[in-house]
């Protein structure tokens, strides 16, 4: 079975605080995602990468930032985080072009920011 | 970005009572998948659709890519307590890539 964790269930940092969170998948999936979800908006994209050192901004990239450095974990990065970050950010991974869509998903972390 | 609308937000229902929920947009997508998002937990792939027409069981869930290619179905049998959570749909267009998910069905399940 597929695996993906993330490194933390829950978080609590300040505003303006630098915020690393990390996701590991072990079946050796090319693509990473990082999400987040919040009540009634369902889940909307940040970033993608399709392969090691390369990313791609999904549809809400502005505040984050992303790394891939090792096929196998993508991080997720908050410059400096704001209240309006406070969320639950899902990480994900999918095999090649394919199986693109049938997205992997970690339990989740739930960020708050104060 | 595409929207898609899934409805109901939220079901109430009794153990053993028939479930559907659907999805819609407004463009054509090539493909439909339906997650399950246990409390607490990451979204886990029910279903993947491919072809319009197409219906794919997965033990007492039935799913359909309608034939017009701008919704989808899901059905729930016979539900059980551990039925309960938020379904999503998700869908991608013809010309992109990413996907797009709904907003979630919100399923309780009484005893």
């Known amino acids: 079975d597929v695996k993906v964790t993330q490194s933390s269930r829950y978080l609590v940092k300040r505003t303006g605080e630098k915020v690393f969170l990390e996701c590991v998948q072990d079946m050796d999936h090319e693509n990473m995602f990082w999400y987040r979800q919040d009540p009634g908006l369902g889940l909307r994209l940040i970033y993608f990468s399709y392969d090691v050192k390369m990313k791609e901004k999904g549809d809400i990239p502005e505040g984050y930032s992303v790394s891939r450095e090792k096929k196998e974990r993508f991080s997720l990065i908050l410059e400096s985080a704001s209240t309006n970050q406070t969320s639950m950010y899902l990480c994900?991974?999918?095999?090649?072009?394919?199986?693109?869509?049938?997205?992997?998903f970690g339990p989740g972390t739930r960020l708050t920011v104060l | 970005g595409q929207q898609l609308n899934q409805s109901p937000q939220s079901m109430f229902i009794q153990e053993g009572e028939d479930v559907s929920m659907n999805c819609t947009s407004s463009?054509?997508?090539?493909?439909w998948l339906w997650y399950k998002q246990d409390p607490g937990e990451g979204p886990v792939l029910l279903i993947a659709l491919y072809k319009a027409g197409e219906l794919t069981s997965n033990g007492r869930l039935t799913a359909q890519f309608g034939i017009t290619r701008k919704d989808s179905f899901l059905n729930i049998s016979a539900s059980i307590p551990s039925d309960v959570g938020i379904y999503f749909c998700?869908?991608?267009?013809?010309?992109?890539?990413?996907?797009?998910f709904g907003e979630g069905t919100q399923l309780t399940v009484n005893p």
């Open positions: 998700a869908g991608q267009e013809t010309s992109g890539s990413r996907l797009t």
């Open positions: 463009s054509i997508f090539n493909t």
């Open positions: 994900a991974s999918s095999f090649g072009s394919r199986f693109y869509n049938e997205q992997f």
